[in-house]
């Protein structure tokens, strides 16, 4: 199956680079492009798109609001364009407020290829791909910024789940990929893969990026560690 990709930057020449790199490989496709978010929303809706990669600052529309439209626009189905964002700056208030936004990943622009490909594949098949580092980096910055610093009860949603779904929620929101988190709980990675999918099920969650802010949010973990 082709990803159809969409590139959305303010800068023609990055643009033509990634539409380079991505013209090289046999499964996807650049379908569409756009120098900014209102540019982009009106792309959209007259060509099919699969996964968006969304500059953060642009002129007449950010990224982030860019994102906020294309994900209310979808009902977060298969067959709606999932975001990848990514940014010049690896702790980017922006970005953290497109990941609240509904953007399924976050990377560096200068990330290599190799990885930017994978990237694509692994939004385009439902994952999200938050690196850990930056995932804790992002949180560990912004949170006390939100209402989430405050400690809460935990939400009834989250009061919905076993022990060891909330254990492996609490290993997600630190970053740990599902192998880490076997590892960690002595499980295969099969069963850390099904706890996850519960999790999210549950909670209503689109993605493991949603499930990370969400523990911070309902403060089930805090900046700087697990409660």
Same mark, same amino acid.
């Given at each position: ?21 991505? !013209?090289?490989?046999?499964?996807? +496709? @650049? ?5 900014? /978010? ?13 996964? @968006? ?20 626009? /979808?009902? /977060? ?11 010049? $700056?690896?702790?980017? +208030?922006?970005? $953290? !407020? ?6 399924? /990943? $976050? ?21 999200? @791909? ?11 910055? $912004? ?68 499930? @990370? ?15």
């Amino acid at each position: 199956m082709t990803v159809r990709v969409m590139l959305v930057d303010d800068q023609a020449l990055l643009r033509t680079g990634f539409r380079m790199v991505l !013209a090289a490989q046999p499964d996807m +496709e @650049v379908v569409a492009e756009a120098g900014d /978010g209102a540019q982009a929303m009106e792309v959209l809706r007259a060509t099919a798109v699969d996964v @968006v990669l969304m500059d953060i600052r642009m002129p007449v529309m950010d990224g982030v609001e860019a994102t906020r439209r294309i994900c209310e626009a /979808g009902e /977060g189905g298969p067959g709606d364009p999932k975001v990848l964002i990514l940014t010049t $700056f690896d702790l980017d +208030e922006y970005a $953290f !407020a497109a990941l609240k936004a509904g953007a399924s /990943g $976050f990377m560096l622009k200068d990330v290599p290829p190799n990885e930017l490909l994978a990237a694509i594949r692994s939004v385009h098949s439902g994952d999200a @791909v938050v690196a850990p580092s930056t995932t804790k980096r992002l949180l560990d910055r $912004f949170s006390p910024l939100l209402p989430s610093a405050v400690a809460k009860p935990v939400s009834k949603e989250v009061a919905r789940l076993t022990e060891r779904e909330r254990e492996v929620l609490l290993l997600v929101a630190q970053g740990l990929s599902n192998g880490e988190i076997a590892a960690h709980l002595v499980l295969s990675e099969a069963t850390v893969k099904t706890h996850v999918g519960r999790i999210l099920t549950k909670l209503e969650l689109r993605d493991r990026v949603q499930a @990370v802010v969400l523990a911070y949010e309902t403060g089930l973990v805090q900046a700087g560690g697990a409660r």
